[in-house]
């Protein structure tokens, strides 16, 4: 495939949305053609299994296997539908979120064994892996100030992941900083406590030469 497919990740509230489309800006300017997507989502299946998952129907919380299948459900859709046309067609790709998230959500922060999780994982995705990743990387305080301030704001509604407590979180947070530490030459971690301006020039700086 001829296109790059570059990956955001890190826990609520760490500004992947802001800096993806800052980016994508970015390399429009320099005439790429440019994909954003995010996960779950990014297809109507995906959408509606988002939907599913963040507000889970009945009285009953998804359990954090259906959580992980679900997870992967959309992500095999989103990779069949669009990531993998848009790289064979040569586009830039900027996910919010790809399977590292299921490492760290439902592996590490749920208590999946992470040998299940990749299982799930590669019949998502086989082939398809990012070129990069980028962890925008806060502290868990930073995180539940922001992720208040916008619920604030927009009158968002709590959702399942959000009930989860500050151990899980914890546990992400960290599940993240081993895949990292595992993973040098793909990941790419960035202090995202800074302006917007700040970690959109940090990130530049790391990517610029791809381009």
């Known amino acids: 495939m001829s296109g790059k497919f570059i990956t955001f990740e890190g826990i609520e509230g760490c500004g992947k949305s802001t800096q993806i489309e800052r980016l994508a800006k970015r390399l429009a300017k320099l005439g790429r053609d ?5 996960e779950p989502g990014g297809t109507a299946i995906g959408e509606a299994i988002r939907e599913t998952v963040k507000h889970p129907p009945g009285d009953a919380p998804i359990t954090p296997d259906t959580e992980l299948l679900l997870m992967n459900a959309s992500r095999a859709q989103l990779v069949q539908q669009k990531i993998r046309p848009a790289l064979n067609e040569g586009k830039v790709v900027l996910c919010d979120r790809f399977f590292d998230s299921s490492l760290a959500y439902q592996g590490y922060g749920r208590g999946i064994d992470l040998a299940r999780v990749s299982t799930a994982i590669e019949l998502a995705v086989g082939e398809t892996k990012p ?9 868990l305080d930073v995180s539940a100030e922001r992720v208040a301030q916008r619920q604030s704001a927009t009158g968002e509604s709590i959702d399942q992941f959000d009930r989860s407590g500050d151990p899980f979180f ?12 595992a993973e040098p030459d793909r990941y790419r971690v960035i202090n995202a406590t800074g302006t917007p301006d700040t970690v959109s020039d940090e990130i530049w700086s790391t990517l610029e030469n791809q381009f």
């Open 170 to 181: 914890q546990r992400v947070h960290d599940g993240f900083h081993a895949l990292a530490k």
């Open 34 to 38: 440019v994909v954003q997507l995010r």
């Open 131 to 139: 070129d990069i990743t980028l962890l925008l990387d806060i502290s």
